[in-house]
């Protein structure tokens, strides 16, 4: 990144050695705002899941960005484990509006480098080849603008043999073809769309087919497409939720009927 030296903070590094990603993700939700703290223990599988996506392909000791992260565990937890860690975002959520705090609190003094601006229509400025990975989890469906020129700009940002991870939900999931023929398909509530000012909602929800066009439109290989279910265990329905711990397993198999797709693949070398 020009400008801007990123370090791995080895002290928190040192601290979590030996530790497993959840426990570490444990230890950074102690951080957070008591009204945050249960909200960040909710999501410590889903978070390590997705670290592990990273680890498990190119260890730990690789320059990460996240895209539209936010406050969330996952730049920190990266951080907290030894990665290079950059977050990029507008923080205009309106969590972010009640705790500003969190960034400066938790984020930074962990060594992850913040970015604060619009990813899609301000993209930072970072150097070709300067980094290992670069992730975006459940953000890109809220983005008001085609993500293609980012996309093609991020691929310049990254390493030969680098990764791509974008986490999504899945437009086309099981539920939905299961409620929409009941006409209980909708997203956003009523107020979220039509009496707030502005519209932070989910504005196009892509499927398994939209990802591989993604992947191929960006020339990615080794393209990995893997399917989740963590919408379904935080549903406000018990009968999701329960569903959900019995289908879970054997849906992956199938992502195309998951909650939640994952593109995986490579910058080609």
Not at 93 to 119: E, T, W
Not at 130 to 138: C, N, Y
Not at 189 to 215: C, K, N, T
Request: aromatic share 8%.
């Amino acid at each position: 990144m020009r400008g801007v030296k990123i370090n791995m903070n080895a002290e928190a590094a040192s601290k979590h050695s030996g530790q497993s990603i959840e426990s570490v993700l444990r230890d950074v939700a102690e951080r957070y705002p008591a009204a945050l703290f249960d909200a960040q223990v909710r999501d410590i599988a889903r978070i390590a899941f997705n670290i592990s996506l990273v680890t498990t392909r190119l260890g730990q000791d690789v320059t990460i960005c996240d895209l539209g992260g936010g406050i969330g565990l996952f730049s920190p937890g990266c951080a907290a484990i030894g990665m290079r860690s950059i977050l990029v975002d507008d923080f205009s959520d309106s969590v972010n509006f009640n705790h500003r705090s969190v960034p400066d609190s938790v984020h930074r003094p962990l060594g992850v480098h913040v970015l604060s601006c619009d990813v899609v229509t301000e993209p930072p400025t970072i150097a070709a080849g300067s980094l290992d990975v670069v992730t975006s989890f459940d953000s890109m469906e809220h983005w008001h603008h085609s993500p293609k020129a980012l996309f093609h700009q991020v691929m310049t940002w990254l390493r030969p043999g680098g990764l791509l991870v974008l986490g999504v939900p899945n437009c086309a999931n099981l539920r939905k073809r299961i409620t929409a023929p009941l006409g209980r398909s909708k997203w956003s509530s009523m107020d979220q769309w039509y009496e707030q000012e502005r519209f932070r909602g989910h504005v196009r929800e892509p499927d398994v087919d939209d990802l591989r066009y993604i992947a191929k439109d960006l020339g990615l290989t080794n393209v990995e497409i893997l399917g989740r279910n963590w919408l379904g265990y935080f549903s406000p329905s018990e009968a999701v939720r329960l569903a959900t711990h019995v289908l879970d397993i054997p849906l992956r198999a199938f992502p195309s009927l998951c909650a939640d797709l994952y593109l995986i693949g490579s910058k080609s070398a």
